[in-house]
């Protein structure tokens, strides 16, 4: 199975900062890489597939970029609404594992 | 509009059976593959499985792998997941996920809870 190595678990920003996540995968994957923000109590929400593209009525401030093993999900500038936990996942084979998540909190 | 709406969840005893449901609408469902996720109490997201729009090809992660199975009923635009042989380390809320580009999954139903203990 393919691992997924996602940094940091937790991290504290503020308004208007630009944030990056990381995401290594155990193995190449190509492009086969999914970004997704989750809200407390809510399903998750599809930002980015295909590691750089993004999902339609997603703000422009969502961006993704890397292929093979090293993704990264970039905020360009925090909204109040981008405090949530974010998921990479990748889906180049079954099982489609998933990172254990990074939580961004309001500093 | 996409809706996605999980129903089947409860409490079930160690060793019970769950059979969860989801219904679909607002697109040609036979044309994608649907697939579950899993989130347990406080946990990140864990994919569970997938299948083949047809029906005709589906797989499990380890943790569900003989003791669960997916499936579709085209006719009905659901998509179902018989759950046996049930842990306590399955307590989670299960979402079921419409499958889009580079199989990611662009919909999520709201989820549906699923409670084993005795």
């Known amino acids: 199975d393919i691992q997924m190595t996602q940094s940091p678990s937790s991290l504290s920003a503020s308004v208007g900062d630009r944030v990056t996540i990381t995401c290594r995968a155990s193995q190449g994957i190509s492009s086969y890489l999914n970004w997704y923000q989750q809200k407390p109590g809510k399903a998750p929400k599809l930002l980015i597939y295909g590691a750089s593209s993004l999902q339609s009525g997603v703000p422009s401030r969502f961006s993704g970029s890397g292929s093979g093993t090293d993704f990264t999900l970039t905020i360009s500038s925090l909204q109040p609404e981008d405090f949530a936990a974010y998921y990479c996942q990748q889906s180049s084979s079954t099982p489609y594992t998933f990172g254990r998540g990074t939580k961004l909190e309001i500093k | 509009e996409v809706h996605l709406v999980e129903s089947g969840g409860g409490l079930a005893q160690p060793g019970g059976s769950l059979r969860l449901s989801c219904a679909a609408s607002g697109f040609i469902f036979s044309s994608y593959a649907m697939s579950w996720v899993r989130q347990a109490p406080e946990k990140g997201l864990e994919w569970v499985s997938v299948i083949s729009g047809s029906g005709g090809s589906t797989y499990y992660a380890d943790s569900a792998k003989g003791r669960f199975t997916i499936s579709r009923d085209n006719s009905k635009n659901t998509l179902y997941l018989q759950m046996n042989s049930l842990r306590a380390e399955d307590t989670a809320v299960y979402y079921c996920?419409?499958?889009?580009?580079?199989?990611?999954?662009?919909?999520w139903g709201q989820g549906t809870l699923v409670t084993v203990s005795s």
């Open positions: 996920a419409k499958g889009s580009y580079y199989d990611s999954q662009d919909y």
